[in-house]
């Protein structure tokens, strides 16, 4: 099929994780925007990236004394970006700030832009700071160098853009950018409104209410952020109070969800929205030569035991590191179950732990190994608590419960590929797709999921993995938490465990198939592919 010429595509995201120790990524959103620029450079597909050069990142998170997440933040320097010579400045709260553009390619990414605002002529360099760190006026600030100033940098370096992608809401003041650049051309509101439409796609992350972020309209004028808009032309767009998902929804084309079946969720969520764009679903995928090992790749065609001694390699180093951070010594033939995620209510961190009658004695003797590790918001109390609860498991079974402090990059593919297991159980279907999972079932790391996120699309049930329980949601949470413990329990007890120990054969042709399975479906390569089809090209 002949093919119309490859969009030039800008991609948007407050964060990107390209490389461990680069810190200007948070977690999941960040990592697979990091893993979207890679996939893009290695398909010589024509698109960068616009994102901010924090100066602190998000929060280095440590366990004080007591268990308890301490937060500090320590001030960054890059001696591998590239100065672009420019400087490009936006109005906030009516004062100029300049953003200076920093260009970064070195890790196999497409071009990614940085802007800067920790600059001796800015009365406000704070604005680049701390990733997430603040709300209120800070936030939209950080939303205004994103959105403005990225368009801005495009422009100056003269880069031509067909598709705008906004990655999350928080670019979406680049699409009042976008429209005021057409109204100072003479456009009228309506016609900006849609002609921009036609240049933006938007993914939408979070199938949590609170988690779509909103502002008071107040607070974005007073801020700057309406540019040549009114008050009730901002309205129009996003609500009073003015929410970045619905503002995002109506000023694309097309938009998407990350799973299929968030897809289903993000569609109920938003479908009193008027004149929002469709939300179709594309699956995330991930950069498969950074997360999986290649000897895990090359092993699948040979005999039982050379999949085994490389996964017991990985397994290895996990162990080792965990001794070297942790001074705890696991133990290589017993099962090694890992967790890690950001520390919410919703995920459930310490599900597995609910019943410690069952869990207890498996820990005591050490047949099951849990190594655990994930931060909490800085602001977050509750996620604090969450990462407390765990550093206490620790304590109280030191041989067999490890809480890997200040989860990054380098503790992810440690994980993913080192654990046995890979257990994952949000309150379904709270999780929107879950790249871990795909990281580790494509090192042979098999999944014991609840069927959220990307999971209903790869699982067969004790063949390339498990599911806990089914796709039934009881009516309120203290039930689902109490059908889901079971069901986990269940699950870990007479399948996981039995296998593990006594049916290596099975395990092996698991890990075989959980690998199989996945590595081209939840490969970013495919998904860049869908993105390409049924966003950038959709007429
Ligand atoms: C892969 C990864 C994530 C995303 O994982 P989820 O499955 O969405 O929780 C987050 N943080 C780090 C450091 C990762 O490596």
Redesign the pocket.
């Given at each position: 099929m002949k093919r119309r010429k490859q969009p030039t595509v800008a991609y948007f995201c407050m964060e990107y994780?390209l490389k461990s120790d680069f810190h200007i990524y948070a977690?999941?959103l960040g990592?697979l925007a990091g893993d979207y620029l890679k996939g893009a450079k290695d398909n010589a597909y024509p698109l960068v990236g616009i994102g901010i050069k924090w100066k602190q990142g998000y929060t280095t998170q440590v366990l004080n004394d007591q268990g308890i997440p301490v937060d500090t933040y320590p001030i960054y320097h890059y001696d591998f970006l590239e100065d672009t010579g420019i400087t490009v400045e936006v109005m906030i709260r009516k004062r100029p700030v300049f953003c200076k553009v920093w260009k970064c390619n070195q890790f196999g990414n497409a071009d990614l832009y940085l802007l800067d605002t920790d600059l001796p002529e800015n009365e406000d360099p704070w604005i680049t700071g701390q990733l997430y760190g603040w709300f209120g006026e800070e936030r939209i600030a950080q939303e205004m160098v994103l959105g403005i100033g990225g368009v801005r940098a495009l422009r100056a370096l003269k880069i031509p853009v067909d598709i705008y992608h906004f990655n999350e809401g928080h670019a979406l003041l680049a699409g009042i950018e976008l429209m005021s650049e057409k109204m100072d051309r003479g456009l009228s509101y309506e016609a900006a409104w849609q002609t921009t439409k036609k240049e933006i796609v938007f993914t939408t992350h979070t199938p949590v209410v609170q988690g779509n972020e909103s502002h008071p309209l107040d607070r974005l004028m007073y801020m700057g952020a309406n540019l040549n808009l009114k008050r009730n032309q901002l309205q129009k767009l996003g609500g009073s109070p003015f929410n970045m998902t619905v503002g995002a929804l109506r000023l694309s084309k097309i938009s998407n969800a990350v799973a299929q079946l968030h897809g289903i969720t993000a569609n109920q969520m938003w479908k009193d929205i008027k004149d929002r764009s469709e939300i179709i679903a594309i699956t995330n995928g991930i950069h498969v030569p950074t997360w999986v090992d290649a000897k895990m790749l090359e092993a699948i065609d040979k005999s039982d035991s050379i999949i085994w001694k490389a996964h017991q390699q990985n397994k290895q180093k996990l162990i080792n590191f965990i001794e070297k951070r942790k001074g705890v010594k696991l133990d290589k033939n017993k099962l090694l179950i890992g967790f890690?995620?950001?520390a919410v209510p919703y995920k459930r961190s310490d599900l597995i732990f609910s019943n410690l009658r069952i869990i207890g004695p498996l820990l005591k003797s050490g047949k099951v190994q849990l190594v655990f590790s994930g931060k909490g918001h800085p602001l977050d109390d509750t996620g604090k608590l969450i990462v407390q609860k765990l550093a206490s498991m620790q304590k109280k079974y030191p041989n067999s419960v490890v809480f890997l402090e200040n989860?990054?990059?380098e503790?992810?593919?440690l994980l993913?590929r080192g654990a046995d297991v890979w257990l994952?159980n949000p309150r379904r279907p709270k999780e929107a797709?879950?790249?871990?999972?795909m990281?580790a079932s494509m090192n042979g790391v098999l999944n014991l999921s609840i069927l959220d996120g990307w999971w209903p699309e790869a699982c067969q049930d004790g063949i390339n993995g498990w599911q806990i329980g089914d796709e039934s949601v009881p009516p309120t949470e203290a039930e689902q938490d109490d059908q889901d413990r079971k069901a986990l329990y269940t699950v870990l007890l007479q399948k996981v465990i039995p296998t593990y120990y006594d049916d290596r054969k099975k395990w092996i042709e698991m890990m075989r198939s959980s690998i199989l399975t996945t590595r081209e479906e939840f490969s970013v390569d495919r998904m860049l592919d869908q993105y390409d089809h049924l966003m950038y090209r959709k007429n």
């Amino acid at each position: 099929m002949k093919r119309r010429k490859q969009p030039t595509v800008a991609y948007f995201c407050m964060e990107y994780g390209l490389k461990s120790d680069f810190h200007i990524y948070a977690g999941g959103l960040g990592i697979l925007a990091g893993d979207y620029l890679k996939g893009a450079k290695d398909n010589a597909y024509p698109l960068v990236g616009i994102g901010i050069k924090w100066k602190q990142g998000y929060t280095t998170q440590v366990l004080n004394d007591q268990g308890i997440p301490v937060d500090t933040y320590p001030i960054y320097h890059y001696d591998f970006l590239e100065d672009t010579g420019i400087t490009v400045e936006v109005m906030i709260r009516k004062r100029p700030v300049f953003c200076k553009v920093w260009k970064c390619n070195q890790f196999g990414n497409a071009d990614l832009y940085l802007l800067d605002t920790d600059l001796p002529e800015n009365e406000d360099p704070w604005i680049t700071g701390q990733l997430y760190g603040w709300f209120g006026e800070e936030r939209i600030a950080q939303e205004m160098v994103l959105g403005i100033g990225g368009v801005r940098a495009l422009r100056a370096l003269k880069i031509p853009v067909d598709i705008y992608h906004f990655n999350e809401g928080h670019a979406l003041l680049a699409g009042i950018e976008l429209m005021s650049e057409k109204m100072d051309r003479g456009l009228s509101y309506e016609a900006a409104w849609q002609t921009t439409k036609k240049e933006i796609v938007f993914t939408t992350h979070t199938p949590v209410v609170q988690g779509n972020e909103s502002h008071p309209l107040d607070r974005l004028m007073y801020m700057g952020a309406n540019l040549n808009l009114k008050r009730n032309q901002l309205q129009k767009l996003g609500g009073s109070p003015f929410n970045m998902t619905v503002g995002a929804l109506r000023l694309s084309k097309i938009s998407n969800a990350v799973a299929q079946l968030h897809g289903i969720t993000a569609n109920q969520m938003w479908k009193d929205i008027k004149d929002r764009s469709e939300i179709i679903a594309i699956t995330n995928g991930i950069h498969v030569p950074t997360w999986v090992d290649a000897k895990m790749l090359e092993a699948i065609d040979k005999s039982d035991s050379i999949i085994w001694k490389a996964h017991q390699q990985n397994k290895q180093k996990l162990i080792n590191f965990i001794e070297k951070r942790k001074g705890v010594k696991l133990d290589k033939n017993k099962l090694l179950i890992g967790f890690s995620r950001r520390a919410v209510p919703y995920k459930r961190s310490d599900l597995i732990f609910s019943n410690l009658r069952i869990i207890g004695p498996l820990l005591k003797s050490g047949k099951v190994q849990l190594v655990f590790s994930g931060k909490g918001h800085p602001l977050d109390d509750t996620g604090k608590l969450i990462v407390q609860k765990l550093a206490s498991m620790q304590k109280k079974y030191p041989n067999s419960v490890v809480f890997l402090e200040n989860y990054d990059m380098e503790i992810g593919a440690l994980l993913t590929r080192g654990a046995d297991v890979w257990l994952n159980n949000p309150r379904r279907p709270k999780e929107a797709s879950g790249t871990s999972g795909m990281k580790a079932s494509m090192n042979g790391v098999l999944n014991l999921s609840i069927l959220d996120g990307w999971w209903p699309e790869a699982c067969q049930d004790g063949i390339n993995g498990w599911q806990i329980g089914d796709e039934s949601v009881p009516p309120t949470e203290a039930e689902q938490d109490d059908q889901d413990r079971k069901a986990l329990y269940t699950v870990l007890l007479q399948k996981v465990i039995p296998t593990y120990y006594d049916d290596r054969k099975k395990w092996i042709e698991m890990m075989r198939s959980s690998i199989l399975t996945t590595r081209e479906e939840f490969s970013v390569d495919r998904m860049l592919d869908q993105y390409d089809h049924l966003m950038y090209r959709k007429n």
